[in-house]
């Protein structure tokens, strides 16, 4: 399976960005996936995640903020993010996930996401 992300940037605080993550396999046949992100200096974390009934995972610090959802038709995922602020500045990175968020099939190469303040 291959995940290749789009949609990252500069953008300001309090502005939006949405991400894309198309795969390379039908997203019917992928139990869950998942926007995970490392800031420098960071341990990579899951900010949200979606599986294949529908379920949604989000960290506490994007609750509110971050959307993700998926576009069956295009095998394609998203992270819709709104009122960025500069602590969400990371590389961002789309992935498949089998029995937990440790647990990762296969990871998309990344697209970076800075938050000027």
């Known amino acids: 399976v291959q995940l290749v992300e789009s949609g990252g940037g500069l953008v300001q605080a309090g502005g939006s960005r949405r991400l894309s993550c198309a795969t390379s396999t039908s997203i019917f046949s992928i139990n869950a996936m998942g926007w995970y992100r490392q800031a420098p200096g960071k341990e990579r974390e899951l900010v949200a995640g979606?599986?294949?009934?529908?379920?949604?995972y989000y960290a506490d610090s994007v609750k509110g903020r971050f959307t993700i959802s998926r576009d069956n038709a295009k095998n394609t995922l998203y992270l819709q993010m709104n009122s960025l602020k500069p602590e969400d500045t990371a590389m961002y990175y789309c992935a498949t996930i089998r029995a937990g968020p440790d647990d990762v099939d296969y990871w998309g190469q990344g697209t970076q996401v800075t938050v000027s303040s």
């Open positions: 979606l599986s294949s009934g529908g379920s949604t």
